[in-house]
C-alpha cells in the first residue's frame, strides 16, 4: 500500500468519528496535508504532515504508517504522530465565559431601553 485517501486516513487514526465527517471537513478546507488544502481524495503518503481545524483548534498530525482500516485507540501512535501544541490544546479547556440572563416570567419582551442596557454591559465585557 504506498497511498491512502486522506479522509480514509483520518478516520481511521480516530480523528474523525465517521469518513463522511472526514470528507466533509476535508471539503470545507477545515484540512491541509502539507500546508496545501487537500480534497478527501488526495493521496496520503508516510512523512506528510496533516493539519485539521477542529472547533477553535489547529491539530497537527505526522504520518507515519498507512491504514484503511479503523484502530483502536492504543493503536494510533503507531500510526500517526500528534505534533500538536500545548498552546492549541488549551483553547479547548478554556472556560467559556457565559452571562446569564435573567427575566421575571410574565414581564413580557425586552424594550428597547432593555436592549440598549444589554448591549452597553456586553460591550463592557468585551473591552
Known amino acids: 500500500m504506498e497511498s491512502v485517501r486522506l ?11 465517521t469518513r463522511s465527517e472526514a470528507a ?13 488544502n ?7 503518503k508516510p512523512g506528510d504532515r496533516i493539519e485539521v481545524r477542529k472547533h477553535s483548534a489547529l491539530f497537527s498530525y505526522t ?5 484503511e482500516s479503523r484502530m483502536g485507540a492504543q493503536l494510533v501512535g503507531d500510526f500517526a504522530l500528534n505534533t500538536t501544541p500545548e498552546s ?5 479547556r478554556a472556560p467559556r465565559e457565559t452571562i446569564i440572563l435573567q427575566r421575571d416570567k410574565g414581564s413580557g419582551r425586552p424594550t428597547k431601553k432593555d ?4 448591549e452597553s454591559l456586553l460591550d463592557a465585557l468585551e473591552d
Not at 466533509?24 to 496545501?36: E, I, M, P, T, Y
Not at 492549541?88 to 479547548?92: G, P
Not at 436592549?115 to 444589554?118: I, K, M, P, S, V
Open 7 to 17: 479522509d480514509k486516513y483520518l478516520w481511521a487514526i480516530r480523528v474523525f468519528k
Open 24 to 36: 466533509d471537513a476535508c471539503n470545507g478546507n477545515k484540512v491541509k496535508l502539507n500546508g496545501v
Open 38 to 44: 487537500a480534497k478527501a481524495s488526495k493521496p496520503v
Open 63 to 67: 504520518v507515519l504508517k498507512l491504514s
Open 88 to 92: 492549541e490544546i488549551e483553547k479547548l
Open 115 to 118: 436592549r440598549r442596557a444589554l
